[in-house]
């Protein structure tokens, strides 16, 4: 596949966006073998070719945190808590995450598959080549491992790569409460073992705060995970700073996400451990939030910031990656190419994977191609999806 006159951001680095202009890119075997400058395409390829007719190429974009697969909605949740229920209202009625996690216990793999392939085809509807897909509201060990099975199906299922997290540190269940040690021991790290056994597994992940699990019972759980050779990641820092950030920077997590409460020692032990912070603009917006992400410290130590949806039924039911780097850029004041960073390279980095999230020579040949020519548009509109087409893997 030969791609001609068209405007590529590379995202490695050099000019802004890594931008070339009056470019070139050549996929051999599903790889990018050449990029650069048209007038300096090796002769073998002079006259051949598509034009795009000066259209923006960028990586495909890569979703590095979602809850996507999941049963039932909270949408009577949403409309209880604007017709003035509260938070203890919602709850006696059956609502939160006990919901999901009833739906979910109770829903089939196939259903739940279905239900997640909505949501994994309008991301793809938008350049997506890499989704993050996270366990946790299954909170039970048959549970957990069918939604990581489901998660794997969906990368049989459509043309993308999937990543898998297991959260089974989400939440305490209503059977265990007041006793998250014993969760923590008893269900959790024996579903852990299951699910890695079963080859279910990328990465393990947790919920560092007051209302889920404290950074001992965190510990126990990662150091079950770098038992069994996995890397781990983390929610810290959301809603409060109980040491969260510190805690996944010591363990060298891929990432540390939301970090809204994160502070300036919270970013030195991020960048120190070359960690991602994962910023998830879309449940800062549905919990009306108002503390934002430490963005300024995390330039002056040069740690990495990804954008990602945060797909979930409760606080962000958000599956455009598009409207979540506007509102990286709007809510939390990054750049234009912070956001498109934040959802290539960097998104790339925090999942742990260095054969995409950038065009350069021997990375995946997942492109996305866009109707536009100034890669600022991608943020800047709102509502509106430029995309011409995607290529993954070398295939369209």
């Not at 970090?259 to 009306?288: C, R």
């Not at 999942?351 to 020519?373: E, F, H, M, T």
Request: glycine share 10%; hydrophobic share 45%; with cysteine.
């Amino acid at each position: 596949m030969l791609l001609r006159n068209a405007v590529v951001a590379t995202m490695a680095g050099g000019q802004p966006y890594g931008l070339i202009h009056n470019a070139a890119i050549v996929v051999k075997q599903g790889l990018i073998s050449w990029v650069g400058p048209e007038v300096d395409l090796p002769p073998e390829h002079h006259g051949l070719g598509e034009d795009l007719g000066g259209r923006l190429v960028t990586p495909g974009l890569i979703d590095c945190h979602t809850h996507i697969v999941f049963g039932g909605n909270r949408a009577a949740e949403f409309e209880m808590r604007l017709n003035g229920a509260s938070y203890e209202e919602v709850a006696r009625a059956g609502g939160g995450i006990v919901s999901t996690v009833t739906a979910t216990r109770e829903t089939s793999e196939a259903d739940l598959l279905a239900d997640a392939l909505t949501r994994v085809d309008a991301m793809l509807a938008e350049g997506v080549s890499v989704i993050e897909v996270k366990s946790g509201y299954g909170l039970d060990r048959d549970t957990e491992l069918k939604m990581l099975r489901v998660a794997r199906a969906i990368g049989r299922a459509r043309p993308v790569r999937v990543v898998t997290s297991f959260l089974g540190a989400h939440a305490v269940p209503a059977n265990y409460k007041g006793r998250a040690d014993a969760y923590i021991d008893e269900v959790c790290i024996p579903a852990l073992d299951a699910a890695h056994a079963e080859g279910l597994v990328d990465a393990v992940d947790g919920f560092c705060e007051g209302i889920a699990f404290d950074t001992a019972q965190i510990s126990r759980v990662f150091d079950r995970a770098k038992a069994l050779g996995l890397p781990v990641k983390l929610h810290a820092e959301q809603l409060s700073n109980i040491g969260g950030t510190k805690l996944a920077a010591a363990y060298d997590a891929l990432s540390a996400d939301h970090v809204e409460y994160a502070d300036d020692a919270d970013a030195k032990a991020l960048a120190a451990a070359g960690s991602v912070a994962v910023l998830l603009p879309g449940a800062f917006y549905t919990l009306h939030e108002t503390q934002m992400p430490p963005v300024d410290a995390f330039r002056e130590h040069g740690v990495p910031m990804a954008l990602a949806t945060d797909c979930n039924p409760g606080s962000s039911p958000l599956a455009s990656l598009l409207l979540t780097m506007n509102m990286g850029c709007t809510l939390f004041r990054l750049t234009p190419e912070e956001a498109l960073a934040g959802v290539t390279a960097h998104a790339a980095k925090a999942l742990g994977l260095d054969d995409c999230g950038v065009i350069a020579p021997g990375k995946r040949a997942d492109l996305a191609i866009w109707n536009v020519s100034n890669p600022a548009e991608l943020a800047y509109r709102i509502g509106f999806n430029p995309l011409e087409r995607r290529i993954f893997g070398g295939v369209e």
